[in-house]
């Protein structure tokens, strides 16, 4: 950055490890550009080392390994548009580096374990995002992957899970009261006594009553519909696909909750589905299918995983734009 921009943005994205932060990331990255986006990984703020947490007895979930205080700081100053010496914790050694020096952006997004955990940190943000994954999902994802990547065993994969879980639902998980929208991806309705998880029943519940933030919804707004629009307009095999939209409360607050369930074969006949969605805050007809083709290899790209991270990433563009008053490009003019 040569120059202090006139308005930060900071984003928030939180979630529990192999979420698909990292995905959703790259989805941002689309829309606004690297050059416009500085990433900050909270995993950075771990007070304590992989050593001295296993001595201490706490999981890094846990706020006691953690260094709230200094993440407030660097993230305020951040956001008042001024640089950082940011610490560094290295996954590799589980040790931390010395700092690293970080300019401020137009954009800052803080991704990771507690992005929304401290209400200092959480007033800063501007718009917040939770990646909800159910535990049925978060255990076959998990195993799939450490079982094929990481060559570890089965009952040892079941054992990280479930020494992880008190900390997750004390300190993580209760963060989704606090976003703007959550992202929940659970099992499907459509498949009976489903193991494989791969067909995925995704939810959008966005809140009702944030300033500037208009939901996405299906035809008509404040309606409850349920709708299956496979047929010669959009290709499904089995399961097929059925879609629910309509208001609902979570966590005492009303939201509008959209649902997609199933999984579509051509990408390119989402500008269909795009087509009875209102409210997308896309800049052209088509911009939504756009993102989604550019990269069809995303994990969820055809699902509602990322149907729904395309839809909240156009909805930060937005905020962006109304916050600053400046134009970001639409995504076909940076393709």
Known sequence: MTSKPDRVVLIGVAGDSGCGKSTFLRRLADLFGDEFMTVICLDDYHSLDRKQRKAAGVTALNPKANNFDLMYEQIKALKEGYGIDKPIYNHETGELDPPERVETNRVVVIEGLHPMYDERVRELLDFSVYLDISDEVKISWKIQRDMAERGHRYEDVLASI??????FDAYIDVQKQYADVVIQVLPTNLIPDDEERKVLRVRLIQRDGVEGFEPVYLFDEGSTIDWIPCGRKLTCSYPGIRMHYGPDAYYGHEVSMLEVDGQFDRLEEMIYLESHLSNTSTKHYGE?????????????????????????????????ERLTGEVVAAAAAQV
């Not at 479930?162 to 900390?167: I, L, S, V």
């Open 162 to 167: 479930k020494a992880r879980k008190p900390d």
């Open 288 to 320: 939504m299918t756009e993102l989604l083709l550019k990269h069809r290899e995303y994990p969820g790209s055809n699902n509602g995983t990322g149907l729904f991270q395309v839809l909240v990433g156009l909805k930060m563009r937005a905020a962006y």
